[in-house]
């Protein structure tokens, strides 16, 4: 069995992409970044979506982004908009899939693995830039001039396979391979429990997606939304 | 002035670089990465160095890449070579300079700054592919598009004034801007005074440098060595 690097969230999209590389057939390796996010329920997430998806491991590196600030996600200042914003909102955290993707970069060079899966997606999404297609093959140039595997012929591949799926696919895909989004969070303001607010970005996209599928929302939703 | 985020590492490369950038009139943002090396005096030469350069603001970056392994600065299990290698040698670190860009690259957009500056230097080093011009080319192209700076206008530049500088021109160049190399550490297993092997690759390359060059050596040697 090839192994694989999957960065996982603990939200919808990187618990779908776990999904898929198991049905590839990927050993997978999760890895999650615990960068003092204001979700942390999201990390909580990502342990049961790994248990649960039978990865061989899940890592959690810490990595203290709000240092360098600059986002609503880090910086407890900025509020969490929860109408949509014109342009890239500021939930966007500078460089977070370039960093997340380099350190899935070094563990898939230890662990001899030639596939790192990332859960970006480019149509009903919040318009960060590292989350189109042309940023994730310049990752892959990148990586593979980068290091010594690669050098030496073990080159890395890194697949977004939801890149032009929209949520509702990416729900139905998941739902047919069997997967409960109700144990993944998406919510960027979500409680120590894990409820969702209903009204970021996030959980507009994610209930819009279900509505769409035509599936029934399992998301766990703060009292007052109802 | 312009703003720069300078990574640096404490050793004699790194120190170089901020003594150029400040000569070209950048206000610099030094960021080293506390990874759990086995070298932890390069940090604290770091700190000597970005106070004596006039850095505005060094912040160090905690992150432990012991936790993939696979290389002798992360794992103690693995012994510095003290002889050269063939290949790319053991004291190669899986993605490091990948990692630390990534972060420089996220300090910059929150900073405000479209440069950075990086000590690689393909011509007397170890061989390591993150350190060659193609790389640091591929990873300026992939940080253009991963960012809200870049899409917006801003776009970032990646100086790696040493690439293709001989260990004896970066001693001659730092020289010429007054820089006291003394006060740097390279040696892969300085001890905990930062007092260098003289053995080690880095040791080597340094050693070699100051003779080419015509200039005394200044590192400080552990008493064995001499």
Chains 1, 2 share one sequence.
């Not at 929209?166 to 919510?187: E, P, R």
Request: one cysteine or more; charged letters at 15%; proline letters at 4%.
């Amino acid at each position: 069995m090839k192994k694989a690097v999957v960065l996982l969230s603990g939200g919808l999209d990187s618990a779908t992409v776990l999904a898929i590389a198991k049905s590839q057939g990927y050993q997978s390796y999760c890895l999650s970044l615990d960068y003092h996010q204001r979700h942390v329920a999201e990390l909580q997430a990502a342990s049961r979506v790994a248990k649960v998806l039978a990865a061989v491991a899940h890592k959690t590196v810490l990595l203290d982004l709000s240092m360098f600030g600059g986002s609503a996600l880090t910086d407890n200042n900025i509020d969490v908009p929860e109408s949509p914003s014109v342009g890239i909102p500021v939930t966007y955290v500078p460089a977070r899939n370039t960093i997340m993707l380099s350190l899935a970069l070094a563990w898939a060079e230890t662990l001899g693995a030639q596939d790192i899966f990332i859960g970006v997606n480019a149509l009903d999404y919040s318009g960060y830039p590292d989350c189109r297609g042309e940023y994730v093959e310049a990752f892959q140039r990148m990586a593979n001039l980068a290091t010594k595997s690669a050098v030496e012929g073990k080159t890395i591949t890194v697949h977004a396979p939801l890149i032009d799926m929209s949520k509702a696919q990416i729900i139905q895909c998941g739902n047919a391979l069997g997967f409960d989004y109700g144990m993944t969070v998406s919510c960027y303001q979500a409680d120590a429990q894990g409820l969702a607010c209903g009204l970021c970005d996030s959980c507009r996209f994610r209930k819009e997606g279900f509505a769409v599928a035509g599936l029934p929302d399992p998301t766990h939703y703060q009292p007052l939304v109802g």
